[in-house]
């Protein structure tokens, strides 16, 4: 398994036009990271790079359930029919 190139932060406000460049093959992958007093995090990954997505105040993006998520996810083009949820964080 390769390990994932970080690179910089995404804000959500662009995400759709990130997700709808040309110049970016296959569907971008989004990763929620689970916590349970803060709600969900989003990120996304293109191949091997992942990009935590920001709120307009530079914090990370969160959704307070996965209901909500793909809620307004959904509104969005080429992202990837599956998400991910990682929960290592659920109890921290």
Not at 22 to 28: C, E, F, I, L, M
Not at 34 to 50: M, R, S
Request: glycine share 4%; proline share 3%.
């Amino acid at each position: 398994m390769r390990k994932k190139d970080h690179k910089m932060a995404l804000r959500y406000d662009a995400l759709q036009d990130y997700c709808d460049d040309p110049a970016r093959t296959g569907d971008v992958q989004v990763i929620l990271y689970a916590h349970y007093w803060k709600g969900f995090a989003l990120a996304v990954q293109d191949g091997t790079t992942e990009h935590p997505v920001m709120d307009d105040k530079g914090r990370p993006y969160r959704f307070r359930t996965v209901e909500m998520a793909l809620a307004e996810l959904a509104n969005i083009s080429y992202l990837s029919d599956r998400i991910i949820i990682d929960r290592r964080m659920w109890w921290s």
